[in-house]
């Protein structure tokens, strides 16, 4: 269904899930990034206190002006039609569509559409919901009536991503020595899986670590002071342990090891 192209800009997305250490810096590059995979006008993400109340330090927008920015924070977020999605079990973990959610009719005559989406010349919406602990996470997408709805390839894209922010959530809650684990121990704890999984050799891990940050293989070749012969025969002895035949399946592989 996807390109490898676009597998490629889904791997660098996820290259930055996973080594990001900053939740509003991950959710702004996130809505940057997806720019050339899926058609957007304007997009935010929320993260909710224990009462499921939106979080201003935890929230990102794109596009929205800060007078509805402010209004969404201090009152529209109580009427978001999306909140019956925080009553879904802890660890719950979804991609949605708006006009899967509730039907037209309901939606257009909701407080949320025509308090929030309507003045700001939104119609069609599509996005993440995830849920841990007591806290959830709200990731939109929104488009314009001119625009059509979030196709079958834009949710397909969502879907993947929205098992990999749910791992990442997950993991990040598990406490280690009093804290909690760092993006940069996540990105690592995925390395390490897949190595134990691909049987990997010391130079074949350093080298898929490599690959999982952009390298090229010759780039690879002049940070590790070897021919680039060699490279290549690491990366094909790599490419076979995995049984994979490119680095966007290596990658798409290795990230989906559960952490």
Partial sequence: MLKESEWDTINTILLELYTCGDTIKLAEKMLFSLKP??????????????????????????????????????????????????????????????????????????AFFRNFLKPAGMYYGAGIFLKHQEAACLFCLYREKEAV??????????????????????????????????????????ISKAAKA???????????RLIANGKSNNEISEELCVSLSTVKKHVYNI?????????????????????
């Fill in 37 to 110: 995979l899926i058609s957007f006008t304007k997009g935010y993400f929320v993260q909710t206190d224990e009462i499921n109340v939106a979080a201003p330090k935890r929230s990102w927008f794109l596009g929205f002006k800060e007078s509805q920015i402010s209004a969404f924070r201090e009152k529209e977020f109580r009427k978001d039609y999306h909140a019956k999605l925080l009553g879904m079990r802890e660890g719950a973990a979804v991609a949605f569509r708006d006009t899967a959610l509730m039907d037209e009719e309901k939606r257009f005559s909701s």
């Fill in 149 to 190: 709805d979030f196709s079958k390839r834009d949710m397909h894209i969502l879907d993947i991503l929205t098992a990999h922010l749910e791992n990442i959530v997950s993991s990040a809650a598990n406490k280690s020595g009093g804290k909690n684990d760092s993006s940069q121990e996540i990105f690592e704890n995925c």
């Fill in 198 to 208: 691909f049987l990997l050799s010391g130079r074949e891990t350093e080298i898929l």
């Fill in 239 to 259: 490419f076979n342990k995995a049984g994979v035949n490119s680095r966007t399946q290596l990658l798409n592989t290795m990230y989906n090891f559960p952490i």
